[in-house]
């Protein structure tokens, strides 16, 4: 990377706008995050599901959902994350993009513990690699796997839960429906036995 971690987060435009506003200078001197730590790791663990951004040559924007199996976005090393790329909508816009442009950013929201982080890096597609789509393929998920995308990690950030609601997915708020189902069954069998008294 030939870049400050800074100077791929931020261009000089948008450098210029935070010393208009004042802000520059909370992020001058930042550390910023540029390897996969061990939080970061965990948090991918549970995620199944993130924005991934690229453009094209003339900078036209795309975002596209990727969805899978908790843990599908997989850290491979300290700089380098990968994702099966499964059978979709037959667009292509992202293959098309990153065979021009191969800056990406990944935005992950997790609706649950109302966190987001954002991955500034740049992208590759990886057809014919079948020790890493092994890798990335969980067997169990029905999802038909047409090649891996490998992002290579340049800066991480993560940012406050400001405007984050709090959402569940169903995997997410199966125990405590279990419990109450639990519960509800003994409460019935109780007034039933008192009933029955």
């Not at 991918?44 to 993130?50: Q, S």
Request: glycine residues 6%; proline residues 6%; charged residues 30%.
């Amino acid at each position: 990377m030939d870049d400050k971690p800074d100077d791929v987060m931020f261009s000089p435009a948008v450098k210029a706008e935070q010393t208009r506003l004042g802000s520059r200078a909370m992020f001058e001197d930042r550390e910023w995050k540029t390897e996969i730590t061990d939080d970061l790791r965990q948090f991918l663990a549970v995620i199944d599901t993130f924005f991934f951004a690229t453009a094209s040559a003339d900078g036209r924007p795309y975002i596209q959902h990727r969805g899978g199996p908790p843990g599908f976005l997989k850290p491979i090393g300290t700089h380098m994350l990968a994702f099966a790329d499964f059978a979709g909508n037959r667009q292509y816009i992202t293959l098309g993009h990153l065979k021009e442009n191969d800056c990406a950013h990944i935005f992950i929201p997790h609706f649950a513990t109302r966190q987001r982080v954002k991955l500034w890096g740049r992208a590759r597609i990886v057809e014919g690699d079948l020790a890493l789509m092994e890798r990335l393929v969980d067997p169990s998920y029905k999802a038909r796997p047409e090649r891996a995308i490998a992002f290579s990690l340049e800066v991480w950030d993560s940012n406050c839960p400001q405007h984050i609601v709090a959402r569940y997915s169903e995997a997410e708020i199966a125990p405590a429906v279990d419990r109450l189902a639990r519960r509800i069954k003994e409460l019935e069998e109780e007034v039933a036995r008192l009933k029955g008294s």
